[in-house]
C-alpha cells in the first residue's frame, strides 16, 4: 500500500522502481497486483536463481511492463538478453571491481554498453581461485 501512495502521488514522468530485495514470485506478484511499481527490478542473487528472474520477466511482459536487473552485471547480463522487456542494468563500479578482481572474464563496458562474451561458456565467467585465496577465512 505504502509503495503505491508513493507511486500516485509522485510527479508525472517521475518512474517508481522496486523490489531488488524480493526473494519469491510471489513478492514480485503482489507488487505488480497492486500497480506500486512502474518498473520491477529483480536481483538474480536474490530473487531465487536465473529461472525464477525469467519467470519475473515473464509477469511483468505480461503486464506491459519493463524489468530492471539490479547490480551484479556479470550474472545479470546473460539472462537480461534473453528478456524483451529488460529496461536497464545497474551497474556499480564497486560490483565490477570485485567482479574483475575475482573472476576472469568479467564483462568491460565499451561505448556505454555491457555485451556478453559469446566465445565463453555459460556465464563466460571463471573464479580465479588462487586470487581470492587471500579472502579466505
Known sequence: EGLRLIRDLSPSGMEIAAGEY??????FRRML???????LQA???RCGGITEFLRIGALCQARSLPLSAHCAPTLHIPVACALPNIRHLEYFHDHDRIEHMLFDGAPVPRGGKLRP???RPGLGIEFKR???QRYAI
Open 117 to 119: 562474451d559469446l566465445s
Open 22 to 27: 524480493g526473494y519469491d514470485l510471489f513478492y
Open 43 to 45: 536481483d538474480v542473487t
Open 33 to 39: 497486483e497492486a500497480g506500486a511499481v512502474d518498473v
Open 130 to 132: 588462487k586470487d581470492a
